[in-house]
């Protein structure tokens, strides 16, 4: 059963995610798909049903662009979050390791050069944040 409530925990994330993002000029209409699929995932019990739910919410943010771009929106913040813990999580490994002897120094080497990627990844990111409604500048 935790596993059907964290999904429903993680899809109702998804469902903010994507009304948070979308521009103050999106349809009424979208905002009430949006509370109808809410709705729904209360009522979403079995694997079958979760299945339907995706395919169904997969198919509705495809439809139209301006959800697209909410969800693209959403997701890259994300990514972002976790890219950022990533790099936090690897320099304290590379801390770990340089107080190991034992450690090869390939591995902590290897380790250094992929902290670093990230964060240049993060560095670069942060600065491409797509705007709501789409004109540089506006948030």
């Known amino acids: 059963m935790r596993a059907a409530s964290e999904w429903k ?3 109702a994330q998804a469902l903010d995610g994507v009304e948070g993002g979308l521009c103050r000029s999106a349809p009424n209409k979208t905002r009430l798909a949006l509370t109808e ?9 079995f694997t079958r049903e979760r299945k339907r739910f995706e395919r169904d919410l997969d ?7 301006h959800l697209r771009a909410a969800f693209g929106r959403y997701v890259s ?9 990533l790099a936090r999580t ?25 902290s670093r990627n990230l ?3 993060v560095a670069q990111n942060k ?8 004109a540089v500048g506006k948030s």
């Open 9 to 11: 925990e993680k899809i």
């Open 37 to 45: 699929f809410r709705r729904r995932l209360d009522s979403v019990a």
């Open 59 to 65: 198919a509705f943010v495809e439809s139209k662009p």
């Open 77 to 85: 913040k994300r990514l972002i979050a976790f890219c950022e813990e």
């Open 90 to 114: 690897s320099e304290k490994v590379q801390r770990i390791l340089a107080k190991q002897k034992k450690a090869p120094l390939a591995v902590r080497e290897e380790l250094a050069r992929a």
């Open 119 to 121: 964060e240049r990844f």
């Open 127 to 134: 600065e491409k944040r797509p705007s709501r409604g789409g």
